[in-house]
Every structure is written in structure tokens, then in C-alpha cells.
């Protein structure tokens, strides 16, 4: 059975930084793409950043770029996310997802999803 | 960037047909990917590529596509399934960002 569980969340006051973790466990976590997602109080799911398999390719959305990192283990089976400079609409649940990706030849669609997910930690950025 | 869009609430009477609607450029290069949460829980993929479960979901669940639209259908909604359902892909133009609809409130009457 696939498991992600997320730790590391906390209060932090405003241009503070925290470390988040994700422990994968049940597949073979070197195998996989790995991606941080975050849900502000009352909104709508924001995908925040993703890492290949081998940590070769990296990606962050415009609203975190410059400030967090990711980052991953793969003898630990284990995903990070560093964040620094943090403002108060960093304020969410951050969860971290496995990610599937491949390409459909007879349509000719691609497929970028994220099939397993972590019960998250919650990150209070509040002075 | 790119962005989906999406109905921010929707309606079905027990038992009935509703179609959740997905909007965006970038479905015209990706297939939208559904996920159900609940709340105070972590979303649950419920459709995947063409029409694709996951293990466990109920084929109550069909995704289907078409230019740059995708829709998610559940057929003999249940009360259940009441739920915020997000579509997502990823950004076509070739940045790899990747993007969520805003999200469907989903209410079961």
C-alpha cells in the first residue's frame, strides 16, 4: 500500500523558513516523479512544485519560485520542500503526490496526474 | 501561464445525472485528471486520461473530452459524492507548471 505522510509543519512568523518532509513508503519511491501541492484555508487546490525521479528536472510555480526549494532523498525514500522568506498567503495545507506522467501515442494526448496523495501538514505563516 | 476553469458550484437531486465542466488551453495538449475531497481529508484522484478509474472508484465516476474541454460525469449521484471535485493538468506551452480548476462544489440534493 502506497503511503505519504507529510510532516514538518508549523507556525512561522512572516520572512521565517520551515522544512517540510514527505516518507514514502510502499513503491519504489526512486522510480517516481514527486510533486507538493498546497491548499490555503477555504480555497482551492495550488500545485506548487515538482521533482523527477532523479532530481534532474525541477519546476516551481511563479508564486514560490526564488523562495522555496525541493528536494528529495532516494536512499530515504523521503521529499522536501524548503521554504524561506515566507508571507502569510503561504498559509496552507501542503501536501505532498505522487505523480504518473506518459504520453498517448494513439491519441496523441499526454497524461500528467497525480494518483496517490499525503494526509498533509499545515504551514501558519502569522506574527 | 496557464489556467482552468471551472463552475464553482453545481446541483444534482439524488440519483441523477451531472456533468462538471473543465475549461482550458492546455486540454487540447493533456488530458484533465479529476479528484474528489472531502471535507478535511486529501483529494482522491477519481479520473485519469481518457476515462480511466483508479482502483475503488465507482464506475458511477466517466471522464470524457473534447478540444478544450473536459468534463467529469457521475451517473445516479449518490449522496456521497458530495463533494469539491478539481481538474488538473499540466501547462502545454512548455514549462511543466502544473495548474487546478478553481473547483466544483458539488451539492446532492
Known sequence: EVQLVESGGGLVKPGGSLRLSCAASGFTFSSYSMNWVRQAPGKGLEWVSSISSSSSYIHYADSVKGRFTISRDNAKNSLYLQMNSLRAEDTAVYYCA?????????????????????????????? | SSE?????????????????????????????????QKPGQAPVLVIYGKN??????PDRFSGSSSGNTASLTITGAQAE???????????????????????????VL
Open chain 2, 4 to 36: 482552468l476553469t471551472q463552475d464553482p458550484a453545481v446541483s444534482v437531486a439524488l440519483g441523477q445525472t451531472v456533468r462538471i465542466t473543465c475549461q482550458g488551453d492546455s486540454l487540447r495538449s493533456y488530458y484533465a485528471s479529476w479528484y474528489q
Open chain 2, 52 to 57: 480511466n478509474r483508479p482502483s475503488g472508484i
Open chain 2, 81 to 107: 459524492d458530495e463533494a469539491d471535485y478539481y481538474c488538473n493538468s499540466r501547462d502545454s506551452s512548455g514549462s511543466h507548471l502544473g495548474v487546478f480548476g478553481g473547483g466544483t462544489k458539488l451539492t
Open chain 1, 98 to 127: 505522487r505523480e504518473e506522467t506518459y504520453y498517448d501515442i494513439l491519441s496523441g494526448y499526454s497524461l500528467w496526474y497525480f494518483d496517490d496523495w499525503g494526509q498533509g501538514t499545515l504551514v501558519t505563516v502569522s506574527s
